[in-house]
């Protein structure tokens, strides 16, 4: 009995000493007996964290990791999930909390939230767009960066049909095979009949492959984005939309706003500040065409922009 007495007292006399080192007014630094910990760099006391999701295709990718790294370069705990699928599906999880954050498209964003709306500036799209959302969602500042749906043909059918605007396609639609995303039918079929009268003799979902099927005849027409370096490379022109059928398209994150923290707020709203369409357009042409790696151009561009 006398042993465990005087082990006991060692222990305690122990404890006393190193309390004492760990400093006074209260301080529970140092203290062995307590069992909390100094939050770690990238928790919710420092710059929080962020689950950031991207739709599935390489430009959304890309803007995924310009947010990520950029993010994890000032502490917050970033995971990321690329490619989740459509705007149906990433929209839901972003509202639901199970992503933070997701590189969004202004104009797109309104169009899904409320078909009927005719906002057609970038101004004009995210007023809109701060009345619409649910109470769930935010979406920061908007990018002067723009990559806008379009509906494109070959140079070689331009001059054949005398195709300049989407007013012009009308005369042949009928006539045409139409690509695009697997939801492009769904979203567009209605819209474009009652604001241009245009009806398709077919629509095929060709996805990311549109503006090879433009080029090889499989289609006549497809809907591709105007920094999509295919445009270029495959002699595509984007048809003139004098009635803004397709909306400003500017790059604007969209947040879960319960799940954000000051520090990624601010840190998202500096790369809109120096993102621009012509760093989009080059950034896509490295991967689209060198095929380097998104997560490789994004550090370039972070790099470059003292981001990251």
């Known amino acids: 009995m006398r042993r465990k007495y ?33 939050a770690p760099s990238g928790s919710a006391s420092g710059g929080g964290k962020a689950v950031i999701g991207s739709f599935d295709f390489d430009e959304s990718v890309l803007l995924g990791s310009i947010y990520a790294q950029a993010l994890e370069a000032k502490g917050v705990q970033v995971e990321e999930k690329p490619r989740i699928g459509s705007r149906e599906v990433v929209y839901d999880q972003v509202k ?22 005719t906002a057609a500036t970038t101004d004009e799209v995210n007023t809109t767009l701060k009345e619409k959302l649910p109470a769930e969602l935010e979406v920061l500042d908007s990018s002067p960066a723009e990559d806008k749906d379009s509906l494109s043909i070959t140079k070689d059918t331009q001059t054949k049909q005398s195709l300049n605007s989407m007013e012009d396609l009308a005369k042949v639609s009928k006539s045409m095979v139409v690509g695009g995303p697997p939801e492009f039918k769904e979203r567009w ?19 990311p492959t549109t503006a090879d099927a433009i080029k090889d005849g499989s289609i006549q027409v497809g809907n591709v984005f105007t920094t999509d370096p295919k445009m270029t490379a495959n002699n595509l022109v984007p048809l003139q939309d004098p009635k803004n059928i397709f909306p400003a398209q500017n790059v ?36 689209s065409v060198n095929k380097d790696e998104p997560a490789t151009v994004a550090k370039e561009w972070l790099t470059s922009n003292g981001l990251a």
Request: with cysteine; net charge neutral; aromatic share 6%.
């Open 252 to 287: 604007t994150p969209l947040l879960n706003k319960a799940a954000a923290s000051d520090v990624i707020k601010t840190t998202l709203n500096s790369i809109s500040a120096k993102l621009s369409t012509q760093s989009l357009l080059d950034m896509m042409q490295k991967i």
């Open 6 to 38: 005087r082990v006991a007292g060692i222990l305690v006399s122990a404890m006393l000493a190193l309390a004492a080192c760990g400093g006074g007014g209260g301080s529970t630094a140092g203290n062995p007996l307590d069992t909390s910990s100094a």
């Open 96 to 117: 639901s909390g199970g992503l933070t954050i997701v590189p969004e498209y202004n104009g797109n964003l309104l169009a899904f939230i409320d078909q009927k709306s």
């Open 189 to 207: 079929e209605a819209r474009f009949k009652e604001v241009y009268g245009i009806e398709f003799k077919e629509w095929k979902p060709t996805g």
